[in-house]
């Protein structure tokens, strides 16, 4: 069973910086995507950004675009968020997610099922 596990989240200062984590174990696809995605209260879930192993491509959301940043360390079957910038709006829970079987190009998160999903993890943007 695929395993994702969120990390690094916390209560940041409007203009901070947080990087969350998401390690992934249990795997054997060879194509995939791994998507971050966020809830804050009263809110739909909104794809923020998205990475294809096929070949790199990355999806932002325009709410992040030029402040987040999604990378992957493959070796360690691990996505990063680095979270620059943040806004009290950005205050919500960040949940990664794994779609597999994806070809290449970029993913638009909001158009896909995804299949697994984390636990999330809280980020907190004070004013």
């Known amino acids: 069973e695929v395993q994702l596990v969120e990390s690094g989240g916390g209560l940041v200062q409007a203009g901070g910086s947080l990087r969350l984590s998401c390690a992934a174990s249990e795997f054997t696809f060879d194509d995939y995507a791994i998507g971050w995605f966020r809830q804050a209260p009263g809110k739909e879930r909104e794809g923020v950004a998205c990475i294809n192993s096929n070949d790199g491509s990355i999806y932002y959301a325009d709410s992040v675009k030029g402040r987040f940043t999604i990378s992957s360390d493959n070796a360690e079957n691990t996505v990063y968020l680095q979270m620059n910038s943040l806004k009290p709006e950005d205050t919500a829970v960040y949940y990664c997610?794994?779609?597999?079987?994806?070809?290449?190009?970029?993913?638009?998160?909001?158009?896909?099922?995804?299949?697994?999903w984390g636990r999330g993890t809280q980020v907190t943007v004070s004013s």
């Open positions: 997610a794994l779609l597999p079987g994806v070809v290449r190009g970029t993913i638009n998160p909001a158009n896909f099922r995804w299949n697994y």
